[in-house]
């Protein structure tokens, strides 16, 4: 089956600066990608979805690549703030079922 | 934001105790899925349901769960005899389609089994 794997596991960043976060995947037939954000104590927050037929997509400070030849999704928080700080999921979607699988997590820290 | 509304928000039961939980999907989303999340962040997916029916579900759904998605009644989740192991956060989660559209999750059931 599909597998999903994500870093950096924890990413501390300064206000203002860029944080990244990357996932792989394997199988190359999956067509819908996603990433959630969970605050502490909270549920999913969706942030982003994007179509495999989208290389880069745009909103609200938040920007998501995707190189289906590598196989691999970003999310980049272009100026991060103390808000920020939640743990971040990326996610891809089996088109047949609806199945998520996730990766396993980054822990972000966004100090003042 | 996500308008999926899942009760209760914890709940605490003893080992071999029942424990119900139940999520409203959000209006006109007849796919519901029900994710279990661990201490250590991994999901596991439970069962998904298309209006009244299920569409998939794993082993452990099928022995000691049982799940439920009602016409005009909230979707449901029990645990018919609860184990330390089952403590967690259990997501409910909707969409309009499986396919490539948007899944929104509610907030969660904490449970913790005493």
């Known amino acids: 089956g599909e597998q999903v794997e994500q870093r950096p596991p924890h990413l501390s960043v300064r206000e203002g600066d860029s944080a990244i976060i990357i996932c792989t995947y394997t199988d190359s037939a999956t067509a819908y990608f996603s990433w959630y954000k969970q605050e502490a104590g909270a549920g999913l927050q969706l942030l982003m979805s994007v179509l495999s037929n989208v290389d880069r997509k745009e909103e609200q400070g938040l920007t998501v690549l995707l190189n289906k030849k590598d196989k691999r999704l970003s999310l980049n928080l272009t100026a991060a703030h103390p808000g920020d700080s939640a743990v971040y999921f990326c996610a891809v979607k089996n088109t047949n079922t609806g199945k998520l699988t996730f990766g396993d997590g980054t822990v972000l820290t966004v100090k003042p | 934001n996500s308008k999926v509304i899942q009760t209760p928000r914890y709940l605490v039961k003893g080992q071999g105790q029942k424990a119900k939980m139940r999520c409203i999907p959000e209006?006109?989303?007849?796919?519901v899925f029900w994710y279990q999340q661990n201490k250590n962040n991994e999901f596991k997916f439970l069962i998904n349901?298309?209006?009244?029916?299920?569409?998939?579900q794993i082993d452990m759904t099928e022995k000691r769960f049982s799940a439920e998605c009602p016409s005009n009644s909230p979707c449901s989740l029990e645990i018919q005899s609860s184990e330390a192991g089952d403590s967690a956060l259990y997501l409910c989660?909707?969409?309009?389609?499986?396919?490539?559209?948007?899944?929104?999750f509610g907030k969660g059931t904490r449970l913790t089994v005493v």
């Open positions: 989660a909707s969409s309009r389609l499986t396919g490539n559209t948007e899944v929104f």
């Open positions: 349901f298309q209006n009244q029916e299920v569409l998939q």
């Open positions: 209006k006109g989303h007849p796919v």
